[in-house]
């Protein structure tokens, strides 16, 4: 059975115009799974359905009502899914495509989106900006819980200086969650540290890197080998300053956080 995602944008905000569309929807035998409303003037349904025609005949149908516009029929993407669980859009950037911004009061969502990446098996690399105690690192473990997957700390100063030097058992399982501070690795002179996270990278899993501008710094990595950027901010005009980072790192020292 396959899933479609269908948003439209009401032109008039008539009664009974919803019960309209459910009903067409429930004639073609499509099933409703999930709907709610997506931003301003807008609605979104997660639809399933046994027959791609009923889905072809629905939207030539839908297309002939002046009360609404469709705005999307397509396969569900991630953020479609979460529009319609959560009623809102992730933000997204408009000349990075693959950077989505939340402040701290839409951790839940931050999570839930994080979770549904996390999902996904193979290489996935995600890196994480945000302001020294916004909810970046319990973020990434809160996702890992929700998509069942167990998590691993290279480096982090969640609640003291963590450097992994070597994994041992299952922890080099591809379907963990390897997760890593940029200024903690990018910083320590540790050989075995380091040749451990060159090892990972190379690892066909999710890996999460707070920092990601630090991490990349000096290195053989491109902020551009990052499939997704998430940035985390207290409030929408907060800056994220590295310098201001470093001043709120007790590793730091030098002007390693002068760009």
Not at 237 to 242: H, R
Request: glycine share 6%; aromatic share 8%.
């Amino acid at each position: 059975m396959g899933e479609w995602y269908f948003e439209y944008e009401i032109q008039v905000n008539r009664p009974g115009l919803l019960g309209d569309i459910a009903s067409l929807l429930g004639m073609l035998k499509v099933n409703i799974v999930t709907i709610n409303g997506v931003d301003e003037g807008r609605r979104g349904l997660l639809l399933k359905s046994e027959n791609e025609e009923s889905i072809r005949r629905f939207q030539s149908i839908v297309n002939t009502i002046d009360d609404i516009r469709v705005t999307k029929l397509r396969e569900p993407k991630v953020r479609d899914r979460l529009a319609v669980r959560h009623g809102q859009y992730i933000e997204r950037d408009a000349d990075e495509k693959n950077t989505f911004r939340f402040v701290r009061d839409e951790l839940g969502i931050l999570v839930d989106f994080m979770a549904e990446l996390f999902k996904t098996e193979g290489h996935k690399l995600i890196g994480i900006r945000g302001m020294p105690r916004v909810g970046k690192t319990e973020s990434i473990v809160a996702a890992s819980v929700c998509a069942n997957k167990k998590w691993i700390f290279l480096s982090s100063t969640m609640i003291k200086q963590t450097i992994r030097k070597q994994l041992m058992g299952d922890e080099f399982n591809t379907n963990n969650i390897f997760i890593l501070d940029g200024v903690v690795s990018r910083m320590t002179t540790d050989e075995r540290h380091l040749q451990l996270v060159r090892e990972v990278m190379k690892m066909p899993s999710v890996k999460v890197i707070e920092h990601p501008d630090i991490f990349v710094k000096h290195s053989e990595y491109n902020i551009e080998d990052f499939d997704y950027i998430i940035e985390l901010r207290h409030h929408p005009d907060e800056e994220i300053v590295y310098d201001a980072i470093g001043k709120n790192d007790t590793f730091a020292n030098g002007d390693f956080f002068s760009f």
